[in-house]
């Protein structure tokens, strides 16, 4: 098979190219801070049983740790729960996010924390939050006809601020 | 009927088949007048610059223009061009023009089907609808006449398929020395793909979707339904691309006046598509709970080694086109690029499109970068990137494919090329400002599939310039992309008042390096279509056993939405009666004024 | 074996118009004939190594500015 | 390369390569605004940048004239 001697030199480099980005995207997961995927760590459960669930039932935040948080989201046509989630600067919190009627979407605007929301699925996830401020969060997965009105805020208050407890 | 003293065209030689293909192309043309259509009222809608339906129904236009355009419009076409490719480069009628016929009019009806019962979402007093986009995922529930359409379409092409393959062994059977042609090769490794992947949508559509549409099953599993789509949603891609490359490889080169670069390297390409397409499909779930990250590794790496085929595309065709500029006398390390015909659409409407290709690979990088796609996912980004992909390398080849492909098909010139020209140009033109603003949105958070980006709580920030301007530089790309969507079905409109003539036949010269440089093994496709069934057993066979054991291959539960809102806790009732108002509203208004 | 070659004209004689827009006529005239072995697609080549070279950098600003640059990383 | 039959200058490429050139300045703003940190404001740039491709077109037609007329 004849190849002709350009072609070899672009072969080489699409090659060189190929394992160029996979390597990055290695380096993100395991470099510091090591790039975390939604996985399967989350457990699973009746969308139609949420409001029974212990957490989900009443959907908000706590404090699990010396500065880390759980918050737990339930999005649901076209609202997320509980809105707004308020949690204190300079945290470590974890969202599980689950869904009690369709695939919705969750995603802090303007920042990597993302992820879809399945019926029957918890979506987890870990952030180190900073500084005080707002953010947006929309539904970025349609979810039905009002689904363009589906959206919440995430408030970082400053620690000395922050009450505790539930927002709602 | 005037003469001339050429060829003989594809319709002198075989006009039965000349005429399938030609109805293949008209159901695609009517799609993509409609579907066209639909786009431009989104492109106006969400950037708020015009209104003019009520934002609910805004997400019957979304599907109808996502199942009008990359169902109905991009396979019709193939199946129209596949016919012509295979007919032409076997050089034998089919072997049963019944069949041809039969799986043709399956297409149509599934097709008819599946999109009026979409349009009847715009009527609310018929109880009809199937607003779950083109991805349906459940538990979106769509009228069982939309899963059934879906199903008869798929059949058709399954048909197909095995048409072409018949067409093949007969083939065969009178020249077992001979290579297979190129442009057939292209044809039997596409279906191959093509029954592969639609394994994946066949199973979540009628042994989960249909059954539960029809009230036969309680519940089904979102999470499985939404990766045995996936499962078929990435390969798809592929099989809208691969007319493309058809052409690109097949005609292209003849058309710049040259002769294809490499015809064994075309084959490895091919073969590296139907191993490759469909082992990735996780990729589009990167962010999806209840898939371990270590098989969404799995999935991007072998979609980094898909990108292989298309950079080795990328090299082979442009240097089959500079061979074409060079026999025409161009000089240079780029001067070359000035001796093409860049008056002729269809030569000009390929290289753009081969041009925004290239632009579209690099957002399908990014997409594919498994931690990267937090960026971007489900943003406005997403079809930003597929609007260059499909919407561009395969619409825009498809557009200028007609426009070499016309004459052949029906004795008669087209009717303006110049205008056929101004149509390409302003194709590019208009999606280079829509697809920008829609990756520099994504990247702002902008998602992607909303009727109103616009919110109550907060406000984008934008790095540069203004949300508003890039909504105007998306809708003014709309509508520039409608207006040469029109300009093409006018000017083959047109051509039918064209007098038949005699003599436009072309003919395809044969490759620098041709199909006996290649081994013959890449001529094996039972060996072929194993690996990739292998490949997909090794990516999927885990995935789907860890999402079945977790969750049951019905679910844990649930209902299916549409349907009558029980509510089943009072706490919650009062904050989602809130919620609803606007919506259950809007909903009363639009049935009243109905009624009135 | 070419595939299926229909005719060896190729719509050459429909005049200037018809050459200038369509597809070219019939190689047998073209002013070089260039076979596989003495054609070096060099401005290919160029070509190619400009978009290899735009792929890397985009990339690199797009991972290492845009996404590690975006704040809220998700560690777990 | 005069006299080869197969060589055909038309306006076609200078139409092709004129649009081109035009979304190349047309992404130079989103260059500079993404890749650079420049906002240059669009309603500053985008009729500045037309005005300039209008020109480089205008110049590039009388070039032409003047060429066929020597050539």
């Not at chain 1, 290695?26 to 669930?53: E, K, Q």
């Not at chain 2, 409608?482 to 300009?487: E, R, T």
């Not at chain 4, 500053?44 to 066929?68: C, D, W």
Request: a negative charge; proline letters at 5%; glycine letters at 10%.
């Amino acid at each position: 098979m004849h190849i002709h001697q350009y072609e070899k030199l672009w072969l080489g480099l699409s090659l060189l190219l190929i394992v160029g980005f996979v390597a990055t995207v290695t380096y993100g997961a395991v470099g510091t801070p090591a790039i975390s995927m939604i996985g399967d760590d989350g457990d699973t459960l009746n969308p139609n049983a949420i409001d029974d669930h212990p957490e989900f039932g009443d959907p908000g935040v706590e404090k699990v740790g010396e500065s880390e948080y759980a918050a737990y989201v339930v999005a649901r046509q076209f609202m997320f729960q509980p809105d707004p989630i308020v949690v204190p600067a300079n945290t470590t919190v974890t969202f599980y996010v689950t869904s009690a009627d369709v695939i919705h979407g969750f995603s802090v605007v303007g920042t990597n924390a993302n992820t879809m929301v399945i019926p029957g699925e918890v979506a987890e996830l870990t952030v180190e939050i900073n500084d005080p401020g707002e953010y947006g969060i929309v539904c970025h997965e349609y979810c039905g006809n009002g689904h363009h009105g589906m959206e919440g805020l995430l408030k970082v208050v400053p620690a000395d601020e922050y009450d505790g407890g539930d927002a709602e | 009927m005037s003469t001339g003293s050429g060829a003989a065209t594809f319709v002198d030689r075989y006009p039965e088949e000349a005429s399938i293909v030609r109805q293949a192309f008209f159901v695609a043309f009517v799609a993509f007048g409609l579907g066209a259509l639909f786009g431009v009222i989104q492109a106006l809608h969400r950037t708020d610059i015009l209104r003019f339906i009520p934002s609910t129904d805004y997400y019957t236009v979304l599907t109808a223009h996502g199942v009008l355009l990359v169902i109905v419009f991009t396979i019709f076409f193939l199946v129209g061009l596949f016919q012509w490719a295979i007919t032409r480069s076997f050089d034998r009628p089919v072997e049963d023009i019944r069949i041809t016929k039969a799986w043709l009019a399956l297409m149509s009806v599934g097709s008819v089907v599946t999109g009026v019962t979409i349009l009847l979402g715009f009527v609310d007093e018929v109880g009809i609808s199937a607003d779950v986009l083109f991805t349906f995922y459940a538990p979106l529930q769509a009228h069982p006449l939309f899963y059934a359409g879906l199903a008869v379409f798929l059949v058709g092409t399954w048909i197909a398929g095995a048409d072409w393959f018949r067409s093949w062994l007969a083939w065969n059977a009178e020249h077992p020395d001979d290579r297979i042609p190129l442009q057939a090769f292209v044809v039997l490794t596409t279906m191959l793909m093509w029954y592969i992947a639609t394994i994946g949508v066949a199973v979540a559509v009628l042994f989960f979707l249909l059954p539960w549409s029809l009230g036969l099953i309680e519940t089904v599993n979102p999470l499985l339904t939404r990766t045995l789509f996936w499962f078929f949603g990435h390969p798809v891609v592929y099989f809208w691309l691969m007319p493309a490359y058809l052409l690109w490889y097949t005609v292209l080169p003849k058309i710049a006046g040259g002769r294809l670069f490499s015809d064994p390297l075309a084959r490895v390409v091919f073969v590296l598509f139907l191993l490759l397409s469909t082992p990735v499909g996780i990729h589009h779930q990167y962010l999806d709970p209840g898939i371990a990250e270590s098989f969404k590794f799995i999935a991007m790496t072998n979609t980094m080694f898909l990108l292989l085929p298309s950079l080795l595309t990328a090299f082979t065709v442009v240097a089959s086109v500079e061979h074409g500029a060079r026999q025409r006398g161009g000089t240079g390390l780029f001067g070359w690029l000035r001796a093409l015909p860049w008056r002729d659409p269809a030569f000009t409407g390929m290289m753009l499109a081969g041009l925004m290709f290239a632009a579209g690979g690099f957002s399908g990088m990014i997409n594919a970068g498994m931690n990267i796609n937090y960026l971007v996912h489900n943003t406005l980004w997403v079809p930003g990137h597929f609007h260059l992909t499909v919407g561009t390398a395969v619409a825009l080849t498809m557009m200028a494919g007609t426009y070499w492909l016309w004459p052949q098909l029906t004795n008669r010139r087209l009717y303006s090329r110049p205008i056929g020209l101004l149509q390409v140009v302003v194709w590019f033109g208009g999606m280079a400002l829509m697809s920008n603003a829609m990756h520099v949105s994504g990247l702002y958070g902008i998602p992607r599939r909303t009727a109103e980006p616009q919110y109550q709580g907060f406000d984008f920030s934008t790095a540069f310039g203004s949300v508003a301007e890039l909504n105007v530089q998306l809708a003014i790309g709309g509508t520039l992309l409608f207006v040469s969507a029109l300009l093409f079905l006018a000017n083959l409109a047109f051509s039918w008042g064209n007098p038949t003539t005699s003599g436009l036949g072309q003919t395809l010269p044969p490759a620098l390096s041709g199909p006996d440089d290649s081994p013959r093994v890449l001529d094996n496709m039972r060996l072929w279509a194993a690996i990739a069934l292998v490949l997909v057993a090794l990516a999927y066979a885990l995935p789907l056993g860890a999402i079945v054991a977790d969750s049951g291959l019905f679910g844990p539960g649930g209902d299916a939405y549409p349907v009558t809102v029980v509510l089943n806790s009072v706490a919650v009732t009062a904050e989602r009666l809130t919620a609803s108002v606007g919506a259950t509203l809007a909903d009363v208004g639009g049935v009243l004024e109905v009624i009135r | 074996m070419n595939e299926g070659m229909v005719s060896a004209d190729d719509g050459a004689t429909h005049g200037d118009l018809e050459r200038s827009v369509s597809a070219p006529p019939d190689q047998a005239d073209v002013d070089r004939t260039l076979s596989h072995e003495e054609f070096d697609p060099k401005g290919t080549l160029a070509l190619i190594l400009v978009y290899f070279a735009i792929l890397v950098g985009m990339w690199v600003f797009m991972y290492f500015v845009e996404f590690l640059g975006n704040g809220l990383t998700v560690v777990g | 390369m005069t006299g080869n039959p197969l060589r055909i200058e038309t306006s076609g490429g200078v139409l092709v390569g004129f649009v081109v050139l035009a979304v190349v300045v047309f992404e130079l703003r989103t260059v500079l605004g993404m890749l650079f940190g420049i906002d240059v404001s669009g309603v500053v740039y985008f009729p500045v940048a037309l005005a300039v491709l209008v020109g480089l077109l205008v110049a590039e037609n009388a070039l032409r004239s003047v060429g066929s007329k020597e050539g």
